[in-house]
């Protein structure tokens, strides 16, 4: 098997979505991205410490969906090792000219073995660095894209093909029967690139980016309610046990989720310990007071194939999260080792 390319970290994603108009003022004159290039029916974005030429394209098109995942590989020599590792996988493979999409060199493209839409390019328009031009930043500056979440059926098959491509997971969450209910892998030094969540699939849970600081993420929340569009924001703001990061989820105009995150750790040095949470600890995914709502486990976009047709779905066979849990999260007291009596329980309060 040939050796796998070498992935620098997640680099961009491609929305499509049915009102561009609409999303560009959820994307550019809510969340502050920057347009770098505009055409009738494409939008190209970054976030301000990001130098190539976006990390998010919107697409306008008729069903919303995400079109493509994009990986950033350390050479051009390594999409040349992209395209053999794949068509050695023997998943479908296309390799595209510079420019297929603007901004962007050479590039592979596959159906990954998950059913995702993925490519891996490295050359790419480098366009000013906005870092230090804190007279654009608004109070909710982002400063780059994070990571991919995508739900699939099998999380520990998705594990093994992710690891398979260099990535190493930093967290999952587990039970004691050995069901793995979701996962977290990285190249960059962060918690993750790209997060497993365990249902049926291929979907597209999320894509997030992050901010330097927790009072930019409360900016936008506050934002949104100046604009009396409060009812984007899903879940959150709050602080996540994986990860540790302090989030917030919206869900933009065609109901695409996207995290704003901050604060999780530094993975880089090569026995970084994995952090695994029992799927019962009800502070795994908020650390406190906010129940995890059932849309953020049910929902999810369609995703494509390199047709641009919509994925049919693979249903998850395992048991579901959200059925082993009361869902309360990070709102009760539940652990294996009570050892109190009678045990704390539950908070009074709701509980989905
Ligand atoms: O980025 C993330 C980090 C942590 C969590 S969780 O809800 O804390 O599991 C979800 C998430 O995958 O969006
Ligand atoms: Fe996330």
């Known amino acids: 098997m040939p050796t796998p390319p070498d992935v620098i970290r997640c680099a961009y994603a491609e929305l499509v979505v049915t009102d561009l108009a609409a999303a560009r003022w959820f994307y550019v004159d809510l969340l502050g991205l920057v347009v770098t290039a505009e055409e ?8 301000f410490e990001e130098y190539l030429h976006h990390s998010l394209v919107l697409r306008r ?15 051009a020599a390594e999409v040349d090792r992209a395209e053999e590792y794949y068509r050695a996988l023997g ?23 998950l059913g995702f839409p993925v490519e891996f390019f490295h050359d790419a328009e480098h366009v000013e660095r906005l870092t230090q031009r804190y007279d654009l930043h608004g109070a909710g500056a982002i400063s780059r894209l994070d ?29 004691a ?19 497993l969540t365990g249902g049926d699939g291929p979907r597209m849970h999320h894509i997030a980016f992050a901010t330097h600081e927790r009072s930019q993420i409360l900016h936008l929340c506050d934002h949104l309610g100046a604009a009396r569009r409060s009812e984007m924001i899903e879940r959150g703001p ?5 990860s540790n990061a302090f989030y917030l989820y919206l869900r933009d105009p065609d109901g695409h989720r996207i995290e704003i995150y901050t604060h999780d750790y530094y993975t880089g040095d090569p026995d970084n310990p994995v952090v695994r949470w029992d799927v019962h600890d009800n502070q795994r995914r908020d650390w406190w007071g906010n ?3 059932p849309s953020w486990y049910a929902e999810a976009s369609t995703v494509l194939d390199l047709d641009g047709r919509p994925r049919p779905l693979t249903r998850r066979t395992e048991s579901r999260e959200a059925d082993v849990t009361v869902g309360a999260d ?18 009074v309060g709701n509980q989905v």
Do not use: M
């Open 177 to 195: 029967e050995g069901t793995v209910y979701a996962a977290w892998l990285y190249r960059k030094p962060t918690v993750h690139d790209v997060a």
């Open 238 to 242: 709050g602080r996540h046990g994986v």
């Open 330 to 347: 990070g709102f009760s007291y539940t652990r294996a080792e009570e050892t109190e009596t009678p045990p704390r329980g539950f908070k």
């Open 40 to 47: 009738p029916e494409a939008i190209y974005l970054r976030a």
């Open 91 to 113: 998943v479908r493979v296309e390799r595209v000219p510079a420019g297929a999409t603007r901004g962007i060199g050479e590039a592979v493209r596959i159906e990954d073995p």
């Open 147 to 175: 990571h991919f979440n995508v739900v699939t059926p099998d999380v520990p098959a998705a594990q093994r093909y992710y690891e398979d491509l260099g990535f190493k997971v930093s967290e999952d969450i587990a039970d």
């Open 291 to 293: 129940p995890v709502v």
């Open 61 to 75: 098109g008729d069903v919303a969906a995400c079109a493509r995942l994009a990986y950033r590989v350390r050479s």
